[in-house]
């Protein structure tokens, strides 16, 4: 079992950065696809981006394409989530994700075994 932390969340305003990071202690990270969700009051989470073991494939959103990159350091146990150029609809309570599966549809939550307790991005207008 694996047990995962976010932090890096906050105010920001529109058009400004923040990186989030995702502690990982449990396991070793690197037996894990990861992802990053979000969610916003009222609304289904939805999937951001996603990283294969080796950090050698990485998969995006169409909301968050070419604005958000993640990456990973599995000698850390970490996983990041850069994200630039954010947008008020980027506000949402941001959750990182494991996956034990092996060829899985990273867009999907189901497919995910473990979560953190999420980080609260705001970004105002």
């Known amino acids: 079992q694996v047990q995962l932390v976010e932090s890096g969340g906050g105010l920001v305003q529109a058009g400004g950065s923040l990186r989030l990071s995702c502690a990982a202690s449990?396991?070793?990270?690197?037996?894990?696809?990861m992802g990053w969700f979000r969610q916003a009051p009222g609304k289904e989470r939805e999937f951001v981006a996603a990283?294969?073991?080796?950090?050698?494939?990485?998969y995006s959103g169409e909301s968050t394409k070419g604005r958000f990159t993640i990456s990973r350091d599995n000698a850390k146990n970490t996983v990041s989530l850069q994200m630039n150029s954010l947008k008020p609809e980027d506000t949402a309570v941001y959750y990182c994700a494991a996956s034990s599966r092996y060829g899985l549809s990273y867009y999907q939550t189901t497919e995910y075994d473990y979560w953190g307790q999420g980080t609260q991005v705001t970004v105002s207008s």
């Open positions: 449990g396991r070793t990270l690197s037996s894990y696809a």
């Open positions: 990283i294969s073991r080796s950090g050698s494939s990485t």
